[in-house]
Antibody
Framework: QVRLVQSGAEVKKPGASVRVSCKAS????????IVWVRQAPGQGLEWLGW????????NYAQRFRDRLIMTTDTSTSTASVELRSLTSDDTAVYFC???????????????????WGPGQLVTVSS | QSVLTQPPSASGIPGQRVTISCSGS????????VYWYQQLPGTAPRVVIY???QRPSGVPDRLSGSKSGTSASLAISGLRSEDEADYYC???????????FGGGTKLTVL
């Protein structure tokens, strides 16, 4: 069965960077994309970006384009997101999710999220 | 402030029909498919409606989606206690060149 496994909670200081990983299993990794969504405590969902596990194409939400990098490693079926210059506003649960989009023109595919990881809490605090 | 506007809360009694709205503009809902996600407390979201009005397998037909112009709606009929959750609409925004979520609606079953 399809599974997305994420690591345990992390605590970071303001100004630091965080890398969140997501290991996929149960399907052919490079025939789908991965989307990252976050949820601040008590708040709604926020789409961070998409990466194609087929060719590495990306699409980042505008407000994160200067401090966000998404990567995939097809040899380990793992997707990662790195967020730099952290502030307390970045405190959130970070979810990875599988999506059907493997090309940027597949707009709908970038928010059709059929399997989700359990989420990883990132706390930014001094 | 989200690009898509949802009421923060909705409620109903068991058996009732409730509707959750999602309002946008011509650059998002008006020209792209709307999806709906259900998030039960402490869990990851799951898609309950895709492409405006399609249900994934496993989603009961009590849930239905519709769209008209720049607004979309999620209707839940025969309300049950297990429907109590947060619901989010999402669609592509042509101006932002990416998907945007609505602010979410907390549905309470009284």
């Amino acid at each position: 069965q399809v599974r997305l496994v994420q690591s345990g909670a992390e605590v970071k200081k303001p100004g630091a960077s965080v890398r969140v990983s997501c290991k996929a299993s149960g399907y052919t990794f490079n025939t789908f994309g991965i989307v990252w969504v976050r949820q601040a405590p008590g708040q709604g969902l926020e789409w961070l970006g998409w990466i194609s596990a087929y060719n590495g194409d990306t699409n980042y939400a505008q407000r994160f384009r200067d401090r966000l990098i998404m990567t995939t490693d097809t040899s380990t079926s793992t997707a990662s997101v790195e967020l730099r210059s952290l502030t307390s506003d970045d405190t959130a649960v970070y979810f990875c999710a599988r999506c059907p989009a493997t090309y940027p023109y597949d707009h709908g595919g970038q928010y059709f999220l059929d399997y989700w990881g359990p989420g990883q809490l990132v706390t930014v605090s001094s | 402030q989200s690009v898509l506007t949802q009421p923060p809360s909705a409620s109903g009694i068991p058996g009732q029909r409730v509707t959750i709205s999602c309002s946008g503009s011509s650059s998002n809902i008006g020209s792209n498919f709307v999806y709906w996600y259900q998030q039960l407390p402490g869990t990851a979201p799951r898609v309950v409606i895709y492409r405006d009005n399609q249900r994934p397998s496993g989603v009961p037909d009590r849930l239905s989606g519709s769209k008209s112009g720049t607004s979309a709606s999620l209707a839940i009929s025969g309300l049950r206690s297990e429907d109590e959750a947060d619901y989010y609409c999402v669609t592509w925004d042509d101006t932002l060149s990416g998907p945007v979520f609505g602010g979410g609606t907390k549905l309470t079953v009284l």
